[in-house]
């Protein structure tokens, strides 16, 4: 699967953290996020405010058993078929729903398509909202403040740190998600896949192809 799945073990290297916070050792939060969370998690649960259990059940369904495997299987089948991915450009929420992938964080989808002149990528300035009925968790790398600046100031670096170099006359549009809306990028089609089966071509859909800092694998 290539460079693309392999993001998440080198996140730190490909995606610089500038923001260690020396710059501010007044800050009473520990400066490590899963130090934060843990902490966080602590006080909501000894307030009662949430189930340690319930959280746990949570993160294993979208980290393990969903995957990115939902959102591998809509590019696939939009590949194959032209009117299915009419529906899902003009009403991604819809037709996602209708294939059971509906659920908290992707209430409200949209569907970019990926071709010769425009490339699809997807940040969240603000924090890190994700379509996660389609993608799962989110990998570390969309969560840090380098990725969140740098995709939108310089979206093309960001893209060859992630091995991705487009054509010259491809257009770069970077897309800002939010509580409201959550984007699934349609990456293109690669060469030689004619007759592929839905199954051979999910193979190919990688996660971050479907983010926009990947492309698809070639078979
Ligand atoms: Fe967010």
């Not at 959550?182 to 896949?193: A, D, H, K, N, W």
Request: with cysteine; aromatic share 6%.
């Amino acid at each position: 699967m290539g460079s693309a799945l392999d993001k998440d073990q080198g996140a730190g290297n490909d995606v610089p953290m500038p923001h260690d916070h020396r710059d501010h050792p007044h800050d009473r939060l520990p400066s490590d996020p899963a130090l934060r969370v843990r902490a966080l998690e602590t006080v909501l649960t000894q307030k009662g405010l949430i189930d340690p259990a319930a959280l746990d059940e949570i993160i294993d369904t979208y980290e393990n058993r969903i995957g990115p495997r939902n959102g591998a299987r809509v590019v696939a089948r939009a590949w194959r078929d032209p009117d299915f991915c009419a529906a899902l450009l003009d009403d991604a929420t819809a037709v996602v729903s209708g294939m059971g992938y509906y659920g908290r964080q992707g209430e409200h989808m949209v569907a970019v398509q990926n071709t010769d002149e425009t490339h699809n990528m997807v940040v969240c300035t603000l924090c890190s909202c994700y379509p996660w009925p389609l993608l799962g968790i989110p990998p570390t790398w969309y969560k840090s403040d380098a990725y969140r600046a740098r995709a939108v100031r310089e979206p093309r670096k960001v893209l060859a740190d992630f091995g991705v170099t487009l054509p010259e006359g491809t257009a770069v549009r970077v897309w800002d998600s939010t509580a409201e809306v959550r984007y699934l990028v349609v990456p293109q089609r690669p060469e030689g896949t004619d007759g592929m089966s839905e199954e051979q071509l999910m193979a190919l859909v990688t996660r971050d192809s479907m983010i926009g800092t990947g492309l698809a694998v070639s078979p």
